[in-house]
């Protein structure tokens, strides 16, 4: 009787063992992520550093540390597109040369920390251009050297919208052209693209500035952009040898000669006195 009861429990066990086998390997096909987990716990987790997006004034920095064999997340570590902008914008400010003009864009943010008028107390030689959209326009607003912020820094807001600082403490806003549709794109743009698209959606009658540092020449684009907005003025400002210097390009002034040389470079320096165009020194 015993063997019987012995025998007739082992063949419900193996029975049972069976249709749990079954089961797990069924979970396993339906389920692949559960025979992950179970590898997962075999070995040791090797944790990387994986960039998501790099970040930048117009993208959040996210990265995460993570198993490179099971993906399990350690850590993560994220920034603010503003973040960086804001970084930006202070670097630019507090390590402007002397009687600087600081151009910054800031794409579709629109309003401004109260820090910035901090920034610009500090060095109050500095002027300060900021270009951004708002509801499908360019605008671009200058806030001069010399100004006094006071009023800002004894108030209580810590964030301003643009369009509402124009007029206040000498600040002037003006509109520009209609933001094309691949905006985010160009409003990335650095360097010599970058100041020719800002030249073509500057506001009518207004001044774009372009910091070159120790490049002193032009390509031959720059003027024929500025021959199709003749009613712009374009300002560049650069270093040689150890000196800063100033080239303005007038509005309303004639290219033609310049642009029938056939030369793709003219440097800064060499053409100064023509068709209407100044160097300076900046003391």
Known sequence: MKNKETKKC?????????LCAVIAIGCMLIFPQFEMKAEAKNHTCNYVWKTLSKGSAYEDLYEIKSCEICGEVQMTNYKRAYDFLRERMQNQIKLARKNW???????????LHDEVFVWLTERNDVTLVVTYEY???????????????????????????MPGLHGKCGITSTAGGKIP????ELVTLEGAEGFYFHIKMAPAQETVYASYGDNHTIHKTLLTTLSERNDVTAV??????????KTTFPA????????????????????NGRCGIVTEVIL
């Open 10 to 18: 082992f063949c419900k066990n193996l029975l049972h063992g069976m």
């Open 181 to 184: 549709s691949n905006f985010p």
């Open 252 to 271: 309303g002034a004639d290219y033609t000669e310049l642009l029938k040389e056939g030369t793709q470079f003219f440097g800064l320096l060499g053409v």
């Open 101 to 111: 003009v600081v151009v910054n864009d800031l794409g579709f943010y629109h309003t």
């Open 135 to 161: 509801e499908g326009t360019y605008y671009q607003t200058t806030f001069p050297a010399g100004a006094d912020y006071t009023e800002f820094l004894q108030d209580d807001v810590v964030f301003y919208g």
């Open 236 to 245: 560049i400002f650069f270093e040689y040898k150890g000196m800063n210097f």
